[in-house]
C-alpha cells in the first residue's frame, strides 16, 4: 500500500460516517491540548529571553560597561592616557576614566549609604547607547561644576530631595595612610535619573570626574570603562588585544566577568522555567495517544477488514501514526501562533491585565466611586521598580524551531505506540469479538 492510499484511508477513517462526532471531539481535545502546552513554552522562550537581554543591556551600557580596565598597583600610565591608548585598538568605540566608590549622603531628611561614580562631564555626548536608557525625571545630564550631583530616583525618593537641593557626602578618608576619618564634601542635585531597573537605579549617584578623584585618590578606586562593537560576541579577542598594549600591572576584565553571579542566575532560572514548559508539552502529548486509541478501537472492524484484503501490518501503522502526527502538527502551529502573538503584545496584554484588575478592585471596594465619573485607582502586576519597565521583545526563531520540534517528536512518541498495537491486531481475533 503506497502512501497516498495509506493517508487517503487514514483521512476516510478519520472523517467517515461511524462516530465521526465521537473521534472528533478526541481529536479536537487532543489538538487544544497540544496548542495550550505549547502557548506557555513560547511565552517563556520569549518573554524571558527579552527580559534577561533588557536587564542585560542596562548592565553593559550603565553599569559595568562592555570591558573594565583597572591598575593592579600605581605606575605608569595615567588613566587618561591608558583610556586614550586603548581607543586606537580596533573594535573599540569608547575608553571612558571613571572613579568608583561608596559614601553616606546626608540630607535634611534622611541619609543613606549609595554607591558613588565620578564621571567626565562628556559621557552621554560620547556613549550614545547609555543615554538611551537614562531617563531623566528632573533636570538633565549635568556635571560641568564641582558641586554638581546627579542622583538615581530611589535615592532621591528615601532622601526625598529634588533639584536644587543640597546633600552632603560623607567617604572615608585616611590620614598618614594609617587613620581613617568621614570627610564631609557639599553638592547640589542637577538631576534625578532612571535606567528602568530597580539594580541599577538603587541608591546610586554620580559626581564629577575630578572632584571624585580627590575623594576617592587609591588606584583601586579608579577604572576604564571600555565599550566594544559586539559584547556578546568575540569579546575575548579584543580583550586580549587590549592587554597587550598595556604595561603587565594593568588587568582587563569582560562583563563576563564583573557580572558572573548574575547571568548564570538569569540562565539557571529560565532553563528551569522552560524545562517544566517542556514538562507540560510532554504531558499533553498522552492526550494524542488517547485520541488515537479511541480511534483504533472504534475502526477495529475496518482494520481487520484491511487486512484481509492484503493491507500490510506496516501500513496500517503508518496510518494510525500519521494520524496522530497530524494532531501533532495542527497542534503545532495554533499553538506557536498563538504563542508569539501574546509574546509580541505582551506590554499591552500586561496593561490591560492591570487596568482590568484595577477596574474589577474599585468595583468590589468602591462602586460608586466609578459611577461618580472617578478614576480607578492603578493595579501593579509587575512593579516597574523591580521589573523592566517596558519588556523589550526580539522574536528568537531558532528557539521557536526548537518548541515544535519538541511537540512534534513528542506527538509522534505518543501516536507510535497505539500505532503499534494496531498493526499487531488479528483480523480472525477482531471478527469474533465483534
Known sequence: MNLPSTVFVAWRLLNGPHGSKNRRRHVVGAIIGVAFSLIPLIVVQQVSSGMIEGISRRFLEIGSFHLQVKRLQDGDPSFEKAAEDILRVDDVLLALPMVEGVGIVYAPDGRSGVSVRGLPSDWLERDQQAASFLSWSEGEYRLNDKN????????????????????????????????????????????????????????????????????????????????????????????????????????????????????????????????????????????????????????????????????????IEQMFLGLGMGIGIVGTVIGIAGGLLISININTLISGIETGLGVF???????????????????????????????????????????????????????????RKAARLKPLDIFRKH
Do not use: C
Not at 258 to 280: A, H
Open 361 to 419: 478592585r474599585e468595583l468590589l471596594l468602591h462602586p460608586f466611586a466609578l459611577l461618580n465619573g472617578e478614576k480607578a485607582a492603578s493595579f501593579v502586576l509587575f512593579n516597574p521598580d523591580y521589573y523592566l519597565e517596558t519588556i523589550p521583545i526580539d522574536i528568537h526563531i531558532g528557539e521557536v524551531l526548537y518548541a515544535a520540534i519538541f511537540a512534534l517528536s513528542f506527538a509522534t512518541i505518543g501516536s507510535w505506540l497505539p500505532a
Open 148 to 315: 554638581d550631583l546627579l542622583i538615581s530616583k530611589e535615592a532621591a525618593r528615601t532622601l526625598n530631595v529634588g533639584v536644587g537641593d543640597e546633600v552632603t557626602l560623607l567617604t572615608a578618608y585616611k590620614i598618614g595612610g594609617v587613620k581613617t576619618v568621614m570627610k564631609p564634601s557639599h553638592f547640589v542635585v542637577r538631576g534625578i535619573f532612571s535606567t528602568g531597573y530597580y539594580e541599577l537605579d538603587a541608591l546610586s549617584i554620580y559626581i564629577p570626574y575630578k572632584r571624585a578623584l580627590s575623594l576617592f585618590p587609591d588606584s583601586w578606586s579608579s577604572t576604564i570603562g571600555v565599550k566594544i562593537h559586539d559584547p556578546f560576541g568575540e569579546y575575548q579577542d579584543v580583550k586580549q588585544r587590549i592587554s597587550q598594549n598595556l604595561p603587565e600591572n594593568w588587568r582587563v576584565y569582560s562583563w563576563y566577568e564583573l557580572q558572573r553571579p548574575m547571568f548564570e542566575s538569569f540562565k539557571t532560572t529560565r532553563t528551569l522555567l522552560v524545562f517544566i514548559m517542556i514538562l507540560i508539552v510532554m504531558v499533553a502529548s498522552v492526550s494524542i495517544t488517547a485520541a488515537v486509541v479511541m480511534m483504533m478501537m472504534e475502526h477495529e472492524p475496518e482494520i481487520a477488514m484491511l487486512k484481509s484484503t492484503g493491507v500490510s501490518s506496516r501500513s
